[in-house]
């Protein structure tokens, strides 16, 4: 069935290095995916996406990577801020032309000073 | 540009009530969709409405509806609240709601407390 999963569920990093959040995704025909992120008492927010015919997509300290031969999407932030502690979502388009969102579980990131 | 709004932020009902859940997209914004957030099966998608027409469905039973008006503002319904009900509802806004560049933003969330 459609799942989006996550291989780690909590990460904990000091601040000032890189961090890396993990995700596996089942659904082959998935052409969109989004990286969220959720503070506490807050809705996700958006982070970054990239589409299937992208391998890599670079932010403002954050890189998307896709792997769409192993299903694999990952998100790297460069120089980890205490600010960036929050549950880290991914997320796939299973709905084709009609958005429609699969979650993973969360990866919650905390960042030690 | 205000954000996606959603009313109210916080609900209590008991068992066998029902609920209706408010949200307010970003102007200009025509695609409304809605999730529910819990800890055990994280955030599902309920259902997503562009110009008024229900466009995709989650895995719900009848019991959770909504609807979209003119001016692109959606309402959820809940009818004959269980416990399992209880849960982070969360709504979300982007221009077209398809591929492409589309963003979906998403707001604050209510939360309902089923007793």
């Known amino acids: 069935g459609e799942s989006v999963g996550l291989h780690l569920p909590t990460l904990s990093v000091q601040e000032g290095d890189n961090s890396i959040i993990n995700c596996a995704y089942s659904?082959?025909?998935?052409?969109?995916f989004i990286w969220y992120k959720q503070e506490s008492g807050k809705g996700p927010q958006f982070i970054i996406d990239?589409?299937?015919?992208?391998d890599k997509r670079q932010g403002q300290r954050v890189t998307v990577l896709l792997n769409k031969t192993v299903k694999h999407l990952s998100l790297q932030i460069a120089a980890t801020q205490p600010g960036d502690s929050a549950v880290y979502f991914c997320?796939?388009?299973?709905?084709?032309?009609?958005?429609?969102?699969?979650f993973g579980k969360g990866t919650l990131l905390t960042v030690n000073p | 540009k205000a954000g996606v709004t959603q009313t109210p932020r916080y609900l209590i009902k008991t068992r066998g009530q029902q609920v209706t859940l408010s949200c307010s997209p970003i102007?200009?914004?025509?695609?409304v969709s809605w999730y529910q957030q819990t800890p055990g099966q994280g955030l599902q998608f309920l259902f997503e409405?562009?110009?008024?027409?229900?466009?995709n469905k989650g895995n719900f039973p009848g019991r959770f509806s909504g609807r979209q008006f003119s001016n692109s503002r959606s309402e959820m319904n809940v009818s004959t609240l269980e416990l399992g009900d209880s849960a982070l509802y969360l709504c979300?806004?982007?221009?077209?709601?398809?591929?492409?560049?589309?963003?979906?933003?998403f707001g604050p969330g209510t939360r309902l407390t089923v007793l």
């Open positions: 659904n082959s025909a998935s052409d969109y």
């Open positions: 979300a806004s982007s221009s077209r709601g398809g591929l492409s560049t589309d963003t979906q933003y």
């Open positions: 997320a796939e388009n299973t709905g084709g032309s009609n958005y429609k969102l699969t």
């Open positions: 409405y562009f110009s008024e027409t229900q466009r």
């Open positions: 102007s200009g914004h025509r695609s």
């Open positions: 990239i589409r299937s015919n992208m």
